[in-house]
């Protein structure tokens, strides 16, 4: 996408470092959603292009509207199934009166958004005071 630009000319155009280019088109990282709108926008094409492509040789559609934004998620994460997760994970441990660490709920979130996608069901309290008690004895 960046033609005949550097890495370094990308790199400043979109607000990132030479060697953060040189990692995205390693595939090492990848882009974040306001990069992702930078680069669309610079190359004139939609996120979803970027994010999902065509076939192989397939030109990008173009944007009608450049300024036109686009909220990009890594295409395996379902905002929606995030937004429920956190909200399971805050409810229980408010309710359990369970004291986590940033990292804890980090995780307790990770594992009821695992379930939300698995299932297609929210767990009950039974299975996430599993899965909390789970993240408990890792850390002890």
């Given at each position: 996408?960046r033609g005949d630009l550097t890495q370094a000319e990308f790199a400043a155009i979109i607000g990132v470092t030479q060697g953060t280019v040189n990692k995205y088109e390693k595939g090492a990282i990848f882009p974040g959603e306001d990069v992702l709108?930078?680069?669309?926008?610079?190359?004139?094409?939609?996120?979803?292009?970027?994010?999902?492509?065509?076939?192989?040789?397939?030109?990008?559609?173009?944007?009608?509207?450049?300024?036109?934004?686009?909220?990009?998620?890594?295409?395996?994460?379902?905002?929606?199934?995030?937004?429920?997760?956190?909200?399971?994970?805050?409810?229980?441990?408010?309710?359990?009166?369970?004291?986590?660490?940033?990292?804890?709920?980090?995780?307790?979130?990770?594992?009821?958004?695992?379930?939300?996608?698995?299932?297609?069901?929210?767990?009950?309290?039974?299975?996430?005071?599993?899965?909390?008690?789970?993240?408990?004895?890792?850390?002890?």
């Amino acid at each position: 996408m960046r033609g005949d630009l550097t890495q370094a000319e990308f790199a400043a155009i979109i607000g990132v470092t030479q060697g953060t280019v040189n990692k995205y088109e390693k595939g090492a990282i990848f882009p974040g959603e306001d990069v992702l709108n930078k680069i669309a926008d610079h190359c004139g094409v939609r996120v979803e292009w970027l994010l999902h492509g065509e076939e192989r040789g397939a030109a990008p559609q173009l944007l009608e509207e450049p300024q036109q934004i686009y909220l990009a998620t890594r295409p395996a994460l379902m905002v929606d199934l995030l937004v429920r997760a956190n909200g399971l994970t805050r409810k229980f441990i408010k309710a359990a009166g369970i004291i986590f660490t940033d990292q804890q709920e980090a995780q307790l979130s990770a594992y009821i958004y695992e379930y939300l996608e698995e299932y297609h069901a929210e767990p009950g309290e039974v299975v996430i005071r599993r899965l909390a008690d789970l993240i408990k004895k890792q850390e002890g």
